[in-house]
């Protein structure tokens, strides 16, 4: 079949500029697709790059979307390389809104993302106020000595019921992944995510055997390839999926559901467009008792449903 395409390009500034290991974040950018079939039902679809964990740059999945043309049929949406995994998601899951259209259903909970430094320890309250119940907070940004100050601080402030993720996004080295793994048995974190950089799966496995903290994979984990991989590797902790840059919607879907995967799935900062299709599949095979990683709204300067409106109708 064959489809008429649309797409545009977009901005949206953070609040504050969002800091990990990988450097400061300013914006997200990425593109809105729209997909009209031959009856004139229309499917929405996101491509929200994220090239620095392993998903192509905004500039190859914009010279994609323009050597397509003004139609693009079933085939080619499914002929999509892996080099260009957001691409993927982005153009099935608007082929999906059309040729399986669903309401989405959700029980799940949501983890609030916490600012770097010293501003989580006035930015959680609020959050616990507007519901959230889990918090990530991103760790091997600032010195060691300086983030375990305020990780205490925080932990005591939080109620008990609180539960707490802290992120290193592949910033640590093995003596601080100890250092940290050690406070976090302590205080007893629901997980320490990435510690170690990609490439070092094999370090971070055995780290995963010497202490009760679990542990889980993200960069290691971005594309379904690298998930396939670090599951025959023998991974059998946490993974966090980032589905809108993983690659095409259905392989994911499979591959975890054939292999029982403990998944959190996560946001990568899309907007609602990509935040919907990355939830309906979060409802079928992220477990209820892991809140998903989608509590990010706050991070972003205007309100979304407006932004948005005012974007469709250059479509």
């Known amino acids: 079949m064959v489809y008429q395409l649309q797409f545009r390009p977009y901005q949206r500034s953070f609040v504050r500029s969002l800091s990990t290991s990988h450097g400061n974040w300013e914006k997200r ?3 809105i697709i729209k997909l009209i079939d031959e009856t004139g039902t229309i499917g929405w679809g996101e491509i929200a790059p994220l090239p620095w964990f392993g998903s192509e740059t905004l500039a190859a999945a914009l010279d994609f979307c323009s050597q397509l043309g003004k ?3 079933t085939e080619t949406i499914f002929l999509i390389p892996d080099a260009l995994p957001a691409c993927q998601f982005g153009f099935q899951s608007a082929w999906s809104a059309i040729k399986q259209p669903q309401k989405l259903t959700l029980n799940h909970q949501f983890s609030a993302l916490l600012p770097t430094g010293e501003a989580a320890l006035h930015t959680w309250e609020k959050l616990w106020q507007e ?3 889990t918090f990530k907070w991103k760790i091997g940004v ?3 000595t300086a983030e375990i100050g305020i990780f205490k601080q ?3 402030a939080l109620p008990n019921e609180a539960k707490v993720r802290l992120d290193a996004n592949g910033g640590l080295n093995w003596e601080k992944a100890i250092e940290w793994l050690e ?3 302590d205080w007893q974190i629901e997980f320490l995510e990435q510690p170690l950089a990609v490439g070092e799966e094999k370090a971070m496995l055995e780290l995963s055997k010497t202490h009760s903290t679990p542990l889980a994979l993200d960069e290691s984990v971005a ?5 396939k991989a670090c599951y025959q590797l023998g991974w059998r902790g946490i993974f966090v999926i980032k589905p809108c840059i993983a690659g095409s919607p259905f392989h994911l879907r499979e591959f975890c559901q054939q292999n029982n995967l403990d998944v959190v799935f996560s946001s990568v900062f899309e907007t609602t467009i990509g935040r919907e299709a990355a939830l309906k599949l979060a409802a079928e095979i992220s477990p209820k008792n ?3 990683g989608f509590g990010i709204n706050h991070w972003f300067k205007e309100d979304e449903e407006t932004w948005l409106a005012s974007l469709w109708k250059t479509l």
Not at 223 to 227: E, S
Request: aromatic share 4%.
């Open 29 to 31: 950018e990425g593109i």
């Open 142 to 144: 600032l010195p060691i």
């Open 183 to 185: 406070i976090c048995d």
């Open 290 to 292: 892991r809140a998903l």
């Open 71 to 73: 139609e693009i049929t």
């Open 131 to 133: 519901g959230y119940r």
């Open 223 to 227: 594309t379904i390839a690298q998930l």
């Open 154 to 156: 925080l932990i005591q």
